[in-house]
């Protein structure tokens, strides 16, 4: 048996006895998990420098690196939240008594071992393992080199807390940031119940493609937003500053403006506010002769469409109607989120009803595509599949459920 297949092992034997804590004891261990993450704030602070002093600050993925004094406060918030939501396990489905006399009841129950394979986030550390234990998962991480010092710290006080509440520290671990752990995961059958990869389209597509454990795609996100022939443009202008600007590393944030070409003549003043925050804007050829010439504006080439650029950079398709509207996202989106402002109704309706996303937004920024603000705590991802869960996956999406039989001697004949 390798090193890693008994560390398997051990994860799965201490995640079966996470399922009979009471809910009461995993919320004390959560709150004591906030409170310690402030209190050596100043640890992971140095910590995460280690890890960014190593990362060239213009790199998409520093952002998504960085820990700041006032992310840890929102981390140890979103850990609070997450305590005083209900239980997700023990639920039941369904019920039912049969003929003979049988009591059946489907009930939820955890997916057992979880594996997270993910890029430069630290965040995820904290948000994964609140999550799993909320929900009586086991879990194996696998992050990045990039952020492998916060990782360690992170984890280093999750095992003191999981020590002082005398709950099972095997059940959660970290692994190596080199490959040999990642090919041990992707291959980890029986011991691992599913893997989630968090990161960029080359991750997802790695693992989807190695493993021989089940997989949950999640994060990649090409986003659209169609400003329709319809759209009130000082809400589009508002709703697209905030898409593209708000936080452009994460996987929510805007890649392409798709424009009704009515509003052309109106372009200029609609980017006007991304230009100031320094957006670097590929435009079609429509939109780059309706354009004012600018230094950050420049013209589209295929590869600027179907790119999630996870910075300060921006595409601008223009198109005649709807259907064209349509056809370019499906053609180009990662089925994460997709937006229009417009203030048609049958449009509105039409675009929700035929855009094939995990969250479709009318008048509104993408950037909410978050388990946080969708009321779920916090999440282990945003599903872009349709097998078992979509979108924000918080702890309903880590369960599943098992039947429970009750007879008194009943035999099938």
């Known amino acids: 048996m390798t090193e890693y297949q008994h560390l398997f092992e051990e994860v799965k034997k201490g995640a079966r006895k996470l399922t009979g804590l009471s809910n009461t004891k995993v919320n004390q261990v959560l709150h004591n998990l906030a409170i310690s993450a402030v209190e050596h704030m100043d640890f992971l602070l140095e910590e995460n420098q280690k890890d960014l002093d190593r990362m060239e600050p213009g790199n998409p993925m520093y952002d998504r690196l960085l820990l700041t004094e006032e992310r840890i406060q929102?981390?140890?918030?979103?850990?609070?939240?997450?305590?005083?939501?209900?239980?997700?396990?023990?639920h039941v489905l369904e019920s039912r008594t049969l003929e003979n006399g049988l009591s059946l009841e489907k009930t939820t129950v955890p997916l057992g071992v979880i594996g997270i394979i993910y890029e430069a986030r630290p965040n995820v550390t904290f948000d994964v393992f609140t999550l799993a234990l909320k929900s009586g998962n086991g879990l194996v991480l696998k992050g990045g080199s990039d952020a492998d010092f916060s990782n360690r710290a992170i984890m280093n006080l999750i095992h003191q807390v999981l020590e002082v509440n005398e709950l099972p520290v095997s059940a959660f671990q970290l692994l190596p940031a080199d490959r040999a752990a990642t090919k041990?995961?992707?291959?980890?059958?029986?011991?691992?119940?599913?893997?989630?990869?968090?990161?960029?389209?080359?991750?997802?597509?790695?693992?989807?493609?190695?493993?021989?454990?089940?997989?949950?795609?999640?994060?990649?996100?090409?986003?659209?937003?169609?400003?329709d022939e319809s759209a009130d443009l000082e809400k589009a202008k508002e709703i697209i500053f905030n898409a593209k600007t708000r936080r452009p590393s994460v996987c929510n944030s805007l890649d392409c403006l798709i424009i009704h070409e009515r509003h052309l003549p109106a372009l200029s003043n609609l980017i006007q506010p991304l230009l100031k925050s320094e957006v670097q804007v590929f435009a079609d050829e429509k939109a780059f002769i309706a354009l004012d010439i600018h230094d950050l504006i420049s013209k589209a080439e295929e590869s600027h469409f179907g790119t999630e650029f996870l910075g300060l950079k921006l595409s601008i398709k223009t198109v005649a109607n709807l259907d064209e509207a349509l056809d370019h996202i499906a053609a180009y989106s990662s089925k994460h989120s997709e937006a229009i402002v417009a203030e048609n109704q049958e449009t509105i309706d039409r675009f929700l009803l035929e855009v094939d996303a995990a969250a479709v937004y009318a008048n509104a920024s993408t950037a909410f595509t978050d388990g946080a603000q969708f009321g779920l705590g916090a999440e282990i991802g945003i599903s872009t599949q349709k097998l078992h869960a979509r979108g924000p996956m918080a702890l309903k999406e880590l369960c599943s459920y098992k039947w429970i039989v009750r007879g008194d001697g009943q035999v099938r004949s």
């Open 184 to 227: 041990a995961l992707l291959e980890a059958v029986g011991l691992v119940d599913v893997i989630i990869p968090r990161g960029s389209q080359g991750l997802i597509n790695f693992v989807r493609e190695n493993a021989k454990v089940p997989v949950i795609e999640t994060g990649a996100g090409i986003v659209h937003t169609y400003v």
């Open 74 to 90: 929102n981390i140890a918030g979103e850990i609070i939240q997450v305590s005083a939501l209900p239980s997700p396990l023990h």
